[in-house]
């Protein structure tokens, strides 16, 4: 059920078995200034979003057929796209054990009845504020990075470096004679001592994969130097137990202006337990891509080539190429390393808890 009415402040969608409650509740946001869409339970809800994503959702815990608790857990799970969206349980249940469960069910906020709607709507309001300054930090730092790339594709490097120490993944640049810079989380990587060194090369703890990385970087050196793309990915055990590191090798080829002294190939160091899995739903959001492009940019991000994409997508390695040009051009990027440095940056700077499963890096 959805209240018309100009949208203004945002969309919110209220979860409510009690139909009383629930038309009072639409019509305190309705005059707040917001959209409001009701459901009585859990599964009418999962109905609404089909068709509409709101900006934050209020939710029942105690409800027939499908309750908060059911509800909350189907969405973190099977709607990824929704999880930088604010979840807040509004229910009776009071007791402080309630309120750890909910909040450890990865509720955003908890809210008790009676309602007290001044305080609904500032927690509200404080939610979506906070939202914001999230999606304004990302706006700015992306768009830092995307000025940094592009003076560094036109030959000026000036600043590069502090601004890859800025980054919450490793990255490591690489020359004809070995590696020229390592930033900070690449170093820190490295004093973890857990699998994977950085100096005086860049090694694991298995001569096999030592092997294969050696000749991944080497492939993407004699294709930067040929002015072809190169990318190639490994996975890392770690001692630790912990999951694998993920590394993605990229050649650098030349463009105008960059010198013979400019890196060749670049190793970026992915710690999955450090950021959380990005959707292809999301980076559609984020620049504006289509989901196809989205879902490429993704692949990217793994580590995937693109005759891997290609199986993956069920398309030929010919489109895929069709959409890396676009990418290109949305992303303001030239070149694969660019544009998965950009998608990686994306994945660290998510705030905690807004996709299941990931932990962003500190």
Not at 147 to 155: S, T
Not at 173 to 179: D, I, T
Not at 187 to 205: Q, V
Not at 292 to 304: K, N, W
Request: proline residues 5%; glycine residues 8%; hydrophobic residues 40%.
């Amino acid at each position: 059920m959805e209240t018309k009415q100009a949208e203004t402040l945002g969309t919110i969608l209220c979860i409510e078995d009690e139909p009383y409650l629930r038309q009072d509740i639409l019509d305190e946001l309705i005059t707040a200034g917001y959209r409001a869409i009701g459901a009585e339970d859990g599964l009418e809800a999962l109905a609404a979003l089909e068709n509409r994503r709101p900006d934050l959702i209020l939710c029942d815990i105690s409800m027939p057929q499908l309750d908060g608790y059911e509800l909350l857990a189907h969405l973190r799970n099977k709607h990824p796209d929704l999880a930088d969206v604010p979840f807040v349980f509004l229910t009776a249940l009071n007791q402080r054990e309630e309120v750890i469960n909910g909040k450890r069910a990865g509720a955003d906020d908890y809210l008790v009845k009676p309602i007290d709607y001044d305080l609904l709507l500032a927690s509200i309001d404080a939610r979506l504020q906070q939202v914001q300054r999230i999606n304004n930090k990302l706006g700015q730092e992306l768009d830092s990075l995307r000025a940094a790339l592009a003076k560094a594709n036109a030959g000026d490097h000036s600043g590069l470096h502090r601004i890859l120490d800025l980054l919450a993944f490793g990255v490591v640049l690489v020359g004809a004679e070995g590696q020229l810079f390592t930033n900070r989380a690449a170093r820190s990587l490295h004093e973890a001592h857990d699998g994977l060194r950085i100096a005086p090369e860049l090694k694991t703890d298995t001569p096999q994969l030592n092997r294969q990385l050696r000749q991944q970087l080497e492939a993407c050196r004699s294709a930067a130097r040929e002015g072809r793309e190169q990318v190639a990915s490994l996975s890392v055990p770690r001692p630790s137990g912990r999951r694998d590191l993920l590394l993605i090798a990229c050649a650098l080829p030349a463009v105008a202006g960059e010198g013979r002294d400019d890196p060749l190939a670049v190793v970026f160091l992915s710690d999955p337990e450090r950021r959380p899995d990005l959707p292809g739903s999301v980076l559609s959001e984020l620049f504006e891509l289509t989901p196809t492009e989205g879902e490429v940019a993704r692949a990217l991000a793994h580590g995937r080539r693109t005759d891997q994409i290609a199986s993956e997508l069920g398309v030929s390695q010919t489109t895929v190429a069709f959409h890396l040009r676009n990418l290109f051009e949305k992303t303001g990027t030239n070149r694969q390393a660019d544009l998965i440095a950009l998608v990686l940056t994306a994945l660290a700077t998510l705030p905690q808890g807004a996709l299941d499963g990931g932990t962003p890096a500190a």
